[in-house]
């Protein structure tokens, strides 16, 4: 089971901290992502981090401005937002997998509820 937490409204330029608390089967997976779908968009990868090692990937829109980073011992992923933009205004969803490729959606197994962020002008 995967619970993400921290979505909320922020102005642009301000940040925001997602959680993602990994538990059962979903813990023991090779990597943990987080993935984004804004309104009538597909769905887009963000970031990613391997459990082991501590990996980091990110999607070309959020380089520079968000931080993704994992608590082993409270198998939690953490996903660490700077200056928001309103393009950045969708629901996050967290989801964990073992799969090759980081940015793919068929790479990861479980996904979480979502979480909404929204970003004003």
């Known amino acids: 089971q995967l619970q993400a937490s921290g979505g909320g409204l922020v102005q642009a330029g301000g940040s925001l901290r997602l959680s993602c608390a990994a538990s059962g089967r979903t813990g023991s997976s090779y990597r943990m992502g987080w993935f984004r779908q804004a309104p009538g968009k597909e769905r887009e990868f963000v970031a990613a981090?391997?459990?082991?090692?501590?990996?980091?990937d990110y999607g070309d829109s959020v380089k520079g401005r968000f931080t993704i980073s994992r608590d082993n011992a409270k198998n939690t992923v953490i996903l660490q937002m700077n200056n928001l933009e309103p393009e950045d205004t969708a629901v996050y969803y967290c989801?964990?997998?073992?799969?090759?490729?980081?940015?793919?959606?068929?790479?990861?197994?479980?996904w979480g509820q979502g979480t909404l962020v929204t970003v004003s002008s």
């Open positions: 989801a964990s997998g073992s799969g090759a490729r980081y940015s793919y959606r068929v790479s990861y197994d479980y």
């Open positions: 981090i391997t459990w082991s090692g501590g990996r980091t």
